[in-house]
């Protein structure tokens, strides 16, 4: 494993993680012997890169990153740096058209355990999206794992980006100038059963999920009961009628 001095001169300064955030996280992995790692949210990779550092000299470490198909084309892009740092076999790495709550999903069809120990989350920043990605990861995160929310004192408002943008125009000030992951943070995460060790550090907020419950979810069998009704001459001429026109 390379120091993260030594990760940051090979990638450069490439946005969005700070080398002092990556010395966080990176310490974060090594004190509680983080193998998993999720991440959603990654744009051009420089996450993607310390994480796949913190976990690579661990055989089971792994970092499955998700983000939306236009990081593909960018330079560089997550793929381009983690081969760089000869990392690109410890990383899954997903591009979705719309967003990561449809891998999400489908991650939850192919695992019926919890198989992370870690997600970092930087992605859509807002109540809509990361709201029920919240409740999605839950289920994947294994117990004793960790959720880091990135951007919680972030807010439309603020985002040069997207000033002027037809979608900020037709948002309602409510949710520009509203803190959206922190309502995430406060109002969901810290206020789910299981879950404690919370912290702020680096706009950051970080959460355990303590529940000792294990094993996978119960077998639900659903059965679909067919009930026929016979119907009387007078009533099947009406539906006739109906299904013509006529009435």
Same mark, same amino acid.
């Given at each position: ?6 990760? =940051? ?34 744009? =051009?990779?420089?996450?993607?890169? %310390? ?43 997903? %591009?979705?058209?719309?967003? %990561? ?83 995430? %943070? ?32 119960? =077998? ?28």
């Amino acid at each position: 494993m390379r120091s993260v001095g030594e990760v =940051h001169e090979i990638i450069g300064r490439i946005p969005y993680m700070t080398i002092e955030q990556a010395e966080a996280i990176s310490s974060h992995i090594q004190e509680n012997d983080i193998k998993t790692v999720l991440e959603l949210g990654f744009y =051009h990779g420089a996450s993607t890169s %310390y994480l796949a550092n913190a976990i690579c000299d661990k055989d089971d470490g792994r970092v499955v990153c998700v983000d939306k198909e236009r990081a593909k084309t960018l330079d560089p892009n997550v793929e381009g740096l983690l081969s760089k740092l000869g990392l690109r076999e410890k990383v899954d790495v997903y %591009y979705e058209p719309t967003s %990561y709550i449809w891998r999400l999903m489908k991650m939850l069809e192919e695992h019926e355990e919890p198989k992370f120990d870690l997600c970092y989350l930087d992605g859509a920043h807002n109540w809509f999206v990361d709201g029920f990605a919240f409740f999605l990861v839950d289920r994947l995160l294994k117990p004793g794992g960790w959720i880091i929310m990135d951007d919680l004192n972030w807010r439309y408002a603020d985002s040069v980006a997207m000033r002027g943008s037809e979608t900020l125009q037709e948002m309602p000030d409510d949710e520009v100038y509203t803190y959206q992951l922190r309502k995430v %943070y406060e109002l969901i995460i810290q206020r789910q059963p299981g879950y404690g060790n919370f912290r702020e550090e680096f706009n950051w907020g970080f959460a355990q999920k303590i529940s000792d419950f294990q094993g996978s979810a119960p =077998h639900i069998e659903t059965k679909v009961v067919v009930k026929e009704r016979r119907v009387g001459v007078g009533e099947a001429l009406v539906k006739a009628g109906r299904r013509l026109g006529l009435k």
